[in-house]
């Protein structure tokens, strides 16, 4: 029975992903630091999973627990880096306690557990890694700058590892999400104005993208985006940059709003 570790797991895409390989048989370590939503989890889908409260914007917890998962529920076959936080200000609005909190939670920690588990995939020739970066990886968001900033580097990082482990048993998948219907995006919408544009942005759920993510680590896919009409952005990246400078709207900043104000 495989060992799957969801980030993030208490909420959205990382509880659809724990669903997902709990109905295909799986055994599932949920980190999170929401203990109340880890535990309704675990009373509805019983000793398939297991639960770990763990700040991964800490690096003194980012992996501490790795150690007593392995112990219970063995060997990780599969990480998933899902967990995330985004910021969707004007720049000059973002603290830098904040802006560092998300670049621990969204690019250093997934790279500390990659770096955690790695040796011992390695050593079993087996195992998949996988690195839930976003549509703002591939085209940079104006608005979310320091989000943008993690996710391409994320992004960077899993494709650079995928071809680094090519000739080895273990696979790497890139996910790149766009608007999926999950707390996140619910919360940038509504801080974004709700434009033509943003209104006529094709909309995922969390349960058809979690089936493709395990479905691209039982096939090792490279990687996934979804909603598929995304996919363009791969291929023709100086059109996706004009297209997100000409429509992607932006938060006002607070000093835009005073001086509105005044
Ligand atoms: N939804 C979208 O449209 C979309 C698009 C592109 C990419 N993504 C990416 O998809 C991933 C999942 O996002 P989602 O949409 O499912 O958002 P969500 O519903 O807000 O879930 C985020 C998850 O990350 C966990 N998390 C946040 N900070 C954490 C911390 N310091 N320590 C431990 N866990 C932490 C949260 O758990 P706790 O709060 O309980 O700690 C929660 O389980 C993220 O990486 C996000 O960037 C989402």
């Known amino acids: ?14 509880e659809a992903l724990v669903r997902e390989w709990v109905a295909a048989g799986a055994r599932v370590t949920m980190v999170a630091r929401r203990q109340a939503l880890l535990d309704a989890l675990k009373a ?13 914007g800490d690096p003194a917890q980012a992996t501490s627990w790795i150690d007593g998962a392995v112990a219970e529920l063995g060997p990780i076959d599969v990480l998933v880096n899902n967990a995330g ?4 200000a004007a720049t000059t609005d973002v603290d830098v306690a904040a802006m560092r909190s998300l670049m621990e939670v969204d690019l250093l920690t997934p ?15 087996a195992g998949a890694i996988v690195n839930v970066s976003s ?54 919408y509504a801080i974004v104005p709700p434009t ?11 349960a058809q993208l979690a089936k493709r993510v395990r479905a691209a680590v039982e096939r090792r896919r490279a990687r996934v985006i979804y909603p598929r009409a995304y996919a363009v952005a791969r291929h023709t990246p100086a059109v996706t940059r004009m297209m997100m400078d000409a429509f992607t709207p932006v938060p006002a900043s607070a000093a835009a709003r005073e001086g509105k104000g005044s």
């Open 1 to 14: 029975m495989a060992h799957v570790v969801v980030t993030g797991a208490s909420s959205g895409i990382g």
């Open 44 to 56: 509805e889908l019983g000793d398939a999973v297991r639960v770990v409260v763990a700040d991964l």
């Open 85 to 88: 936080v985004q910021i969707v």
């Open 111 to 125: 790279l500390a557990l990659i770096g955690a588990v790695l040796p011992s995939m390695l050593a079993r020739n």
């Open 135 to 188: 549509l703002a990886g591939l085209a940079p968001t104006p608005g979310m700058t320091h989000y943008s900033a993690a996710k391409a580097g994320i992004a960077a990082a899993s494709e650079c590892l995928r071809g680094e482990l090519r000739r080895t048993g273990v696979h790497v998948v890139t996910v790149y999400p766009g608007p999926v219907d999950t707390p996140m995006a619910r919360a940038a």
């Open 196 to 206: 033509f544009a943003v209104r006529m942005l094709p909309e995922g759920t969390p």
